[in-house]
């Protein structure tokens, strides 16, 4: 329960102690205990929001690069999360590329990824356009679950092929002919250049990954052409009040795994595994009393959205592009000399 430490052991509350003292205060902080737990948290909380200070933006060995979470970069643009990047513009998540544009999830594994444009879950590939869970080769667009595969358009589920256009073979020459025609007809409708409409996707708009990122309510879900999923898989059986886990882990019975319990936020239906049981028991911590997917939400407000925010340095007010919104609980958000100066 430190902040903004650096080299140090047997911290708490950014105290220092023994180890003898450090080691008899953890016994003594009973986190088995559910009451004490949350006490625990929300001192921690209070703690954090006063006296922590953040990172405008975690950009390290990087140059002519903005974002966040960003190493060995250069000329990486409005990009977060990525590692030995050139060239990038509104990457995230990805790992040794270079040349690429709206992409997600994607990079070198066995080589670099490059020329890349609305590309996801792919890597080691060469000029990928539209493409989904496509891995390794080149010149692919409209692709997916394609593996070791060239020169192929709108094809689906293929390995180590080549010149395919709806998975169907064609001669070298044909293959591009067919293919500037139908990217002809798709400019002509105005559908070349987007990745797969929404109507395609198998999943409602609300039970992907998408929403811990790009949230919407359902009407403009529905407004821009998703699906919206009202009856969301759920626990079966009458719910007891969460309020009825016993406090202590260690009072906690078998029995409980075959209890179902109403989420103390959300409301909704969760249980606790005997597999759960066993690792909090084994850890010594209070069984929980939200439902994994609120659990979830909680563990996602501290991670930051792809979104750079307009604010000064708190300290000498340097005007910032900051990874930390404008909101109390991001109270000290300092430049990189500033944040140097304080915490090293």
């Not at 006490?39 to 909380?45: A, C, D, H, N």
């Not at 006063?50 to 409005?78: M, P, V, W």
């Not at 591009?176 to 996707?201: C, Q, R, T």
């Amino acid at each position: 329960m430190c902040t903004n430490l650096r080299q140090k052991q047997y911290y708490i509350f950014n105290e220092p102690h023994t180890k003898e003292e450090y080691e008899t205060k953890m016994k003594q902080l009973q986190l088995g205990s559910y009451v004490t737990l949350q006490y625990l948290v929300k001192k921690f909380e209070d703690f954090r929001a006063a006296n922590a200070i953040y990172r405008s933006n975690k950009i390290d060995q990087c140059e002519g690069s903005t974002g966040h979470r960003l190493f060995n970069c250069k000329d990486a643009e409005n990009c977060f999360e990525l590692e030995e990047a050139r060239d990038a513009l509104r990457c995230l998540e990805g790992v040794q590329i270079k040349d690429c544009a709206d992409c997600v999830s994607f990079g070198g594994v066995k080589t670099v990824a490059e020329l890349g444009y609305e590309v996801q879950e792919s890597c080691d590939f060469y000029n990928f356009k539209f493409c989904n869970f496509c891995y390794s080769k080149d010149n692919l667009e409209y692709c997916d679950e394609c593996s070791n595969c060239s020169n192929c358009f709108g094809c689906i589920g293929l390995k180590n092929e080549s010149f395919r256009i709806f998975n169907k073979k064609y001669p070298e020459a044909d293959y591009h002919a067919l293919k500037a025609k139908i990217v002809k007809h798709m400019k002509k409708n105005g559908e070349y250049g987007w990745f797969f409409p929404p109507d395609y996707s198998p999943f409602a708009y609300n039970e992907t990954e998408v929403m811990e990122y790009f949230s919407l309510e359902k009407e403009e879900a529905l407004r821009q052409g998703f699906r919206w999923e009202d009856e969301l898989p759920t626990v079966e059986g009458v719910a007891l009040d969460s309020i009825s886990i016993q406090d202590s882990v260690t009072d906690a019975k078998d029995e409980i795994t075959k209890q179902v319990f109403a989420c103390e936020i959300s409301g909704k239906k969760f249980v606790i595994t005997s597999q759960e049981l066993a690792f909090h028991k084994r850890m010594g911590v209070a069984l929980p009393r939200r439902s994994p997917g609120q659990r979830h939400k909680d563990h996602l407000k501290e991670r930051l959205v792809c979104h750079l925010y307009d604010r000064p340095c708190t300290k000498c007010g340097t005007p910032l592009q900051s990874a930390y919104p404008l909101i109390d609980r991001y109270r000290k958000v300092y430049c990189d000399e500033c944040y140097f100066k304080a915490v090293y």
